[in-house]
Nanobody, 121 residues
Framework: QVQLVESGGGLVQAGGSLRLSCAAS????????MAWYRQAPGKQRELVAT???????NYADSVQGRFTISRENAKNTVYLQMNSLKPEDTAVYYC???????????????WGQGTQVTVSS
């Protein structure tokens, strides 16, 4: 099994910063793309940012220029640096990874349990 554990959420004032971390563990052979999603109350889960194993990144328009996704492949960890936070960034943030375990040929999607980010105005 592969587990993703997020950390770093919390309460911050508008204009502030937070850094989320997500560490993958288990019998992992390789991790391909990693991503952060978020879900606000009453809304659908949305993609925030993605990063390939080679470091290529992509961002939602709403966070472009304010958020930065990065990863440490040796630690199977992905980060999300969030700057200039706005109240509309308030959501539960979820880590996602496409990973395959030892002896597997295919990648499977794995999700973390989520971490709450609340931005006060």
């Amino acid at each position: 099994q592969v587990q993703l554990v997020e950390s770093g959420g919390g309460l911050v004032q508008a204009g502030g910063s937070l850094r989320l971390s997500c560490a993958a563990s288990g019998s992992i052979s390789r991790i391909n793309d990693m991503a952060w999603y978020r879900q606000a109350p009453g809304k659908q889960r949305e993609l925030v940012a993605t990063i390939t194993s080679g470091g290529r990144t992509n961002y939602a328009d709403s966070v472009q220029g304010r958020f930065t996704i990065s990863r440490e492949n040796a630690k199977n960890t992905v980060y999300l640096q969030m700057n200039s936070l706005k109240p509309e960034d308030t959501a539960v943030y979820y880590c996602n990874a496409a990973a395959k375990r030892n002896y597997e040929l295919e990648y499977h999607d794995y999700w973390g349990q989520g971490t709450q980010v609340t931005v006060s105005s």
